[in-house]
Structure formats: C-alpha cells, structure tokens
C-alpha cells in the first residue's frame, strides 16, 4: 500500500480519537475502523505521527483537561474520570509530568493569567516569534498565539480572516537557508484544526535558487483542508536540490475562515517517503485535443 493510502487511514484513525476522546479507546477498535491489523496500525501510526496511538491519546486527553480547567468549574475529580483516568490522584501525577504543577494550582494560577489578558495573544501584528504574515492583502487577516485551542502544551498559532468575505489570502511563514538540507528529502508537517474554510487552505513550501528560480513547490491545492475540521495532521515533502538557496515554508488560508497550528514538524525523512510535489505536466492531456472545435461532448 502506498504512503498516501496509509496517511489517509491515519487521519481517519484521528478524526475518530477526537470524536471520543472521553471514551475508552481500545487500538484493536481503532486499527478495525481503518481496516489494519493491530500491529500494522500501531506501526504505521508511529511512522506518521512519531510517537505511539497510547502516546498520542494520552497527551490529547491531558491538554482538553487542562483546558477544562481553566474554562469550567467542573471538579478535578470529574474533569479526570471524564478523560479515562482512574482515580484523582492518577490523574494528578499524570499532569504534574507536563505542567509541573498540580491540577489545582494550574486551575487558579491560569484563571488569574486570564482575567488579566495574559493569555490569549490576538493582535494583527503578533506573529509568533520567528515568523512572518504576508499574503495578497495581510491586513485582511489575523494572526496571532491561541491558548484556548491547542493541540498540545499551551499554545497553538491561527491565521483568520477579519471578514466572512474574504476574497484574497495569506500565509504564516518563514525562511531559512538550505544549506544543511541540500540533498536531503524533507517533511514539513503540522497538526491543523480549521473553522468555516470557504475556499482552501493548506501547508506549503517551497524550494528557490539564488536567481529566484523555483525548484520544488508544494501547497496542498490538489488536497486541500476546506470546511470545518478537528485536529488532523498533514505534511508536504520535498527534495531539495544541491543548487538551492532558500526554502521558504508556512501555512496558507485562501479566502475566509480560521485555522489553528500546532505540533509543527521540520525532518529530514528516508526514500520510503513520497515526495509531494505538484508536477507542472498534472492534468494535461498526453496530445492535442479538438483542433477543429466540432468535439463538443465534454464542453459545458
């Protein structure tokens, strides 16, 4: 089976942990949802996603009741059943491990940060240390850091438009030099949520000489994220040639709608990778077609 076959199975394996996350979620039932044996699931998944399905749930179920915490008045008590811990004092010592704290002290140490407007960053010009907004028209969009949507730790980063309207588009992004990539096959990948996509968006990246000529590129616009989703994990993978310069790399929002980043990935990967460019030759047909105009079947 082929890398995409398994990458489609994979996020259908995640759309069905967010769908329930406060349910027992036994991996037998999971591989039987993709149709994989139990083995070959917990394999491939540990490719994709680098990190076990246990692993994966774990940290999902911990950052939803972290976030819990801080937005409802649920008990702690409660708040740990609901996510499959077995008693409160489980559930403590699982999230001392990530927040270096107890559940209590997190609960009123962030509901403080809040009520003071510490939190959640959303100002047009707050891009996320080390990136950049850009696009057709910027100043129709937003950008900014997100504490109540997260995928995992405290933070995610989104890119949404001011106006339901929204025609143009823009992107998060950065540059880098490619020297220490030269040769090298890359994966860029994220976990992405979005909110009322009406167009597309999508992770990108791409490859430059120094003349500014393009050598790779790939947007995801033959795969695009559209609509309402929850988290789901996507990748772009490239080549990148000995005679390049730069790549640059981000995440791109055609028209209106949100999108939440989080968890974002930057590897070099082995052959048994596919590539994902776009091949300028796509789509078009093998030789000239209709020379005399009077083949009307397919013209609408």
């Given at each position: 089976?082929?890398?995409?076959?398994h990458e489609n199975a994979i996020q259908r394996s995640l759309n069905f942990i967010e769908q329930h996350l406060t349910d027992e979620l036994q991996i037998n039932l999971l591989a039987e949802h993709v149709g994989?044996?139990?083995?070959h699931f917990q394999?491939?998944?540990?490719?994709?996603?680098?990190?076990?399905?246990?692993?994966?749930?774990?940290?999902?179920?911990?950052?939803?009741?972290?976030?819990?915490?801080i937005t409802t008045d649920q008990r702690v008590i409660d708040i740990a059943i609901t996510y499959q811990f077995n008693s409160q004092e489980s559930f403590t010592r699982a999230f001392k491990k990530v927040y270096d704290m107890t559940p209590g002290d997190y609960r009123k140490l962030l509901r403080k940060l809040v009520s003071k407007g510490e939190l959640i960053?959303?100002?047009?010009?707050?891009?996320?240390?080390?990136?950049?907004?850009?696009?057709?028209?910027?100043?129709d969009y937003e950008t900014g850091l997100d504490n109540?949507?997260?995928?995992?730790g405290n933070y995610s980063a989104y890119l949404k438009s001011k106006d339901e309207k929204a025609r143009s588009f823009a992107t998060l992004m950065q540059q880098i030099k490619s020297d220490k990539y030269r040769g090298e096959r890359v994966r860029f990948s994220a976990f992405v949520k979005s909110t009322d996509i009406k167009e597309s968006a999508g992770l990108w990246m791409r490859v430059d000489h120094s003349s500014g000529e393009v050598?790779?590129?790939?947007?995801?616009?033959n795969r695009p994220i559209k609509g309402t989703n929850e988290w789901n994990h996507f990748s772009v993978v490239l080549d990148i040639p000995i005679k390049s310069e730069v790549i640059a790399f981000g995440v791109l929002l055609n028209g209106s709608g949100q999108i939440w980043?989080?968890?974002l990935?930057?590897?070099?990967?082995?052959d048994s990778v596919p590539v994902t460019e776009q091949s300028p030759t796509e789509g078009l047909s093998n030789e000239p077609v209709n020379l005399n105009f009077e083949d009307n079947t397919t013209a609408r």
């Open positions: 089976m082929s890398y995409k076959y994989y044996s139990r083995f394999r491939i998944f540990q490719k994709i996603i680098g990190k076990s399905i246990a692993e994966y749930i774990r940290e999902r179920r911990m950052t939803q009741s972290a976030r819990e915490l960053l959303s100002t047009k010009d707050n891009a996320p240390n080390g990136w950049i907004m850009t696009g057709e028209s910027p100043f109540s949507v997260v995928h995992s050598l790779a590129f790939d947007n995801m616009m980043m989080d968890k990935g930057f590897e070099v990967v082995d």
